[in-house]
DNA sequence: TTTAGCACTCGTCAGAATAGAGTGCTAACG
DNA sequence: CGTTAGCACTCTATTCTGACGAGTGCTAAA
């Protein structure tokens, strides 16, 4: 598609442009050395690559800065892989070294990790608890009315919520349906307990205990928690060191996004596995014209999937962000399985 | 302290102020109505009051604008308690109406409705686990080596952590161990546990526990969570429409400092109840010297108490931020106590 | 005591001049 | 024929200027 030389030389612009974020001439590109042309020369490959798509003109006089396109063929083409730095892998070390036991600290302290190395926004998705089945359930009374219902996955996650008991159901009414659940439902897939508990323990409910709506109306209150992927965001600062964001304007849409919760797994969940690089306008998401998303997947005991992210303006170290989330992500599987012992 | 005239003029002053973000003149003020004097008039009291230390004047010839003592003079003497829109009313009565169960579901939304009235930054604490008890303790076995601890206290809130299970304690040693601290720690108060499980329940094991060292730091490890408060945010966008904050450099320090939820729950919390106004300078920390913090205090269950708090420029509308705290604090405390039924 | 009047200060805005970066084109070179 | 040197041209950013206006402080009169 490209010529060697234009690869070259687009390889050089954006190299150059993610540096100083601002527009690269003819010039520059001739003295950096691994071009060995002159200047005009340059000139007029840019031109081409201009015509073709890859580069943009700020003004007639400016020099060149590359498009959506150009930043795409970067990154499936060009992108040298860059090794971390060994300051960086010693962060990774840390990371697997320190043994947190819940998941959710591993997470949070990943997005941490992975912002500070970067400088970009981190955005991490909890577990989806799509292939966890259920270990434990329990109901507490809290009070007369209220009591709070304890949810254990088979990765370790404890959910509770807490619910109004319904009128006229007794204590011991409930310990025996959680009983119930437990005995049966222990090992079943959490996405498929609604209907289990309709197929199999509705019917049991009804025959041995007083009060069959009350209960289900329980359980569904208790098992409509959970669903929700949790969303930790890191370093979402980093936004505003960006030259690109110094317009308040476009600062304020990408970070009140960010503050939306539900948009934001929607746009970071995907079905797909391993790395994917949305830049610009790829992203379905008006407010994420200008930026880039990069994301991975790790798994939790082989069986839960979490997206990990980076989102950052459209000039963004690709080389360097996709090497970091890679051995994160599978840092992150490491660390998050087997912890449960053999 | 200050004359009849002087206090209507400073009054004036920073009711102008706060309204435009523009320093204020004396012509402007003789224009309002409420201070019928001329402006050469007003420009005498103005320069006492300048000289008293209540305004400031950014360069010679423009107007003046308030300094620190001058709001703490307004707040404290001259703001008036606006009454609420009616519309603001609404979202109070939602709030009441929702009728959510979870105390942290409760916050949550107290803390977006907050953001979205006022237009500035919401910043709530959890409440403070200090005069909560023990309801009920439990150890969960998740594998071999790992158990999950779940907390459950008197006002209703869960709090879980994964453990990992020392060498050579046995599931029923671990169960033996629960019904123990249930047995004898069910009421006890929450910053009392500690004590009371190494001067109650350290003998106990000790005599008829086979691991007396494992047992001990595995309950360590399960009582060592759940002490910081949590710190919910909402509305930190609105710090951007700010045009105090148009500079990124001040916007950054602050919405930096925002991440950093231990040093926030440092920042908010305070034995005073009731409201507390922070203006500028009078707050500890660096970061917020151009800004002010309003808080004030829930009970949940008469037992726990939070902080619920907004952040904005120390140009902000001290009357209405200070009678919406007032009116939510009051409502969230409603809504928190004598959930549990009668 | 209050106010009108006036000279003065200072920041802001618009326009002009300048410098500089970078381009596109043409013609020469190997 | 690809490459390069040279040059005119374009456009932006910066600096400077002067005009303007908002606001003050002071003085003197009401």
Known sequence: MLSERQSMILNAIVDDYIRSAEPVGSRSISKRGDVAF??????NE??????????????????????????RYYVDHLAPLKPLKT?????????AAEKLNAVEEVIQHAGTVLASMTNYTSILLG??????????????????TTAVAIIVTSSGEVENKTVTIPEGVSVSEMERMANLLNARLE????????????????QEIQRHADHYEGLMKLLDDAFAA?????????????MLIQPEFRDIGKLKTVLDLLEETPTLTRLLSSEQKGIQVRIGSENIHQAF????????????????FGTI????????????????????SRAMSRALTGRHGA
């Open 87 to 95: 300051e960086d892998l010693k962060l990774f070390k840390q990371l």
């Open 289 to 304: 014209v200008n930026c880039s998303l990069i994301t991975a997947t790790y798994s939790l005991e082989g069986e839960a």
């Open 187 to 202: 090992g079943v897939p959490m996405h498929k307990l609604k209907a289990r508990i309709y197929s199999e323990i509705a």
């Open 38 to 43: 002159s200047p005009a020369t340059i000139r």
């Open 46 to 71: 840019m031109a081409d690559l201009e015509e073709l798509g890859f580069l943009e003109q700020p003004h007639t006089s400016a020099g060149r800065i590359p498009s959506n396109k150009g930043y």
């Open 127 to 144: 577990p989806e608890m799509f292939n966890t089945s259920l270990r434990h359930f329990r109901l507490l009374p809290l009070s007369e």
């Open 309 to 328: 992210g980076i989102l950052g303006p459209t000039r963004m170290e690709y080389a360097k962000v996709i090497g970091t989330l890679d051995l994160l």
């Open 226 to 238: 959970g669903k929700d992927q949790k969303v930790f965001l890191s370093g979402t600062t980093n």
